[in-house]
């Protein structure tokens, strides 16, 4: 079974109180509880910080620590960390982005991902879902690869 580290990062706790209109009602522990349960089997574990340098180290670390992919929710840091984005393209884990709003509905600072360019993909505007996508997408890509397709 492969191990999943799902980063959050800044803002991110507050999430079921801030701007509920936009995120959703729904707390962090129970959005990475309802992945958890989605995991079939694989592990996932879940970090969040407003801290961009835990993140950084994070991702830094992954690899030595036995994460096979990251799902990463990078919150605001997403539009201008270079620190982040050189964590990612630093390391031999790939990496899935994913926000709960589509950032191309939002305002015009938040259209811009310094982080797509290095990530396997992105998947924006679906709330809990863009989280399950990213984690169905793994599931089948590391199925696929175990049996050679």
């Keep these: 079974m492969a191990r999943i580290l799902v980063l959050n990062g800044v803002n991110l706790n507050l999430l079921g109180t801030r701007e509920p209109e936009i995120y959703g009602p729904m707390k962090l522990s129970e959005m990475m509880d309802n992945l958890r349960e989605q995991a079939q089997g694989h592990e996932v574990v879940d970090i969040q910080s407003n801290y961009e340098g835990c993140?950084?180290?994070?991702?830094?670390?992954?690899?030595?620590?036995?994460?096979?992919?990251?799902?990463?929710?990078?919150?605001?840091?997403?539009?201008?960390?270079?620190?982040?984005?050189?964590?990612?393209?630093?390391?031999?884990?790939?990496?899935?982005?994913?926000?709960?709003?589509n950032i191309q509905k939002r305002e015009n600072f938040r259209h811009n991902s310094v982080l797509s360019a290095v990530v396997e993909g992105q998947i924006a505007g679906f709330g809990l879902y863009s989280y399950k996508m990213a984690?169905?997408?793994?599931?089948?890509?590391?199925?696929?690869?175990?049996?050679?397709?």
Aim: hydrophobic residues 50%; aromatic residues 10%.
């Design 55 to 101: 993140l950084v180290e994070a991702i830094q670390e992954a690899k030595k620590d036995g994460y096979d992919y990251i799902i990463l929710n990078a919150g605001a840091w997403t539009h201008y960390s270079i620190a982040i984005r050189d964590a990612i393209s630093a390391v031999d884990v790939p990496v899935i982005e994913v926000h709960l709003s």
């Design 135 to 149: 984690l169905f997408y793994i599931i089948e890509k590391l199925a696929q690869n175990k049996i050679g397709l």
